[in-house]
């Protein structure tokens, strides 16, 4: 998702606010196995985006914090609020037990997406990003296999930063600075990838498409209540 289309997001969402308030006993076999090509390859259903009805009931219904990610690959959206603080950390999850943790807006950990970001080593890449300055840090991940084999990939990341945008989003009208970490991985065989942040004055992400392995992709996220 770009940056561009976080906007589109955010516009739908502030005009959201305002919402708030099988075969007959008789069949034959011939015409039941002329129906078994078309089940066997018919093009699964894309997960539809969550509806501005939906983003509404969901900010109508807590006072706290609230998130919208998305798994890139998958176009499969939900929503997440704010469930428990730890210290820095905040804790978002659902109904359905998906989970992800935060820290100052970026992502640290997932559970329930299957292929979780188990933890990172974010302070010397989260400290850059704040500070919305060029630079190298270092930047490990635990992700978990199908599996549920727990490994290790270290990466050097490289931050630069660009222009200030608009970010507008359920509740949070604002404007935020673009930082860019490109990581490289130690080992010279792992998937190197980008991760692109929307900071705001204070060093909250407010924003952000993130790398979380290479089993869940890049994750997508969009504050609409701090």
């Not at 539809?48 to 798994?71: D, M, R, W, Y």
């Not at 890139?72 to 997440?80: C, I, V």
């Not at 730890?86 to 100052?104: E, F, H, I, M």
């Not at 945008?165 to 860019?180: E, F």
Request: glycine share 10%.
């Amino acid at each position: 998702m770009t940056l561009r289309s976080f906007t589109r997001i955010g516009l739908a969402l502030t005009a959201a606010l305002a919402l708030v308030s099988c075969g007959t006993a008789n069949q034959d076999t011939s015409a039941f196995m002329r129906q078994i090509p078309k089940s066997l390859f018919a093009k699964k259903t894309q997960p539809k985006p969550l509806t501005t009805q939906q983003i509404a009931q969901a900010l109508g219904a807590t006072t706290g914090s609230v998130f919208l990610f998305e798994i890139e690959a998958r176009k499969s959206q939900t929503l997440l609020q704010d469930i428990q603080r730890n210290g820095p950390y905040q804790t978002y999850g659902n109904a359905s037990r998906q989970v992800v943790v935060l820290r100052d807006g970026m992502v640290i950990s997932t559970r329930g997406l299957a292929g979780d970001l188990m933890s990172s080593e974010e302070d010397q890449l989260l400290h850059r990003v704040q500070a919305r300055s060029e630079g190298r840090a270092s930047y490990d991940l635990r992700f978990l296999t199908p599996e549920d084999v727990t490994i290790v990939r270290r990466y050097s990341c490289y931050t630069t930063t660009g222009a200030t945008v608009p970010v507008a989003g359920g509740l949070v009208q604002t404007s935020g600075q673009v930082v860019t970490a490109k990581c490289t991985a130690a080992d010279g065989v792992s998937p190197d990838f980008t991760n692109t942040y929307v900071v705001g004055g204070d060093g909250y992400i407010l924003s952000g498409r993130q790398w979380a392995g290479p089993y869940l992709g890049y994750l997508v996220s969009q504050v609409l209540r701090r």
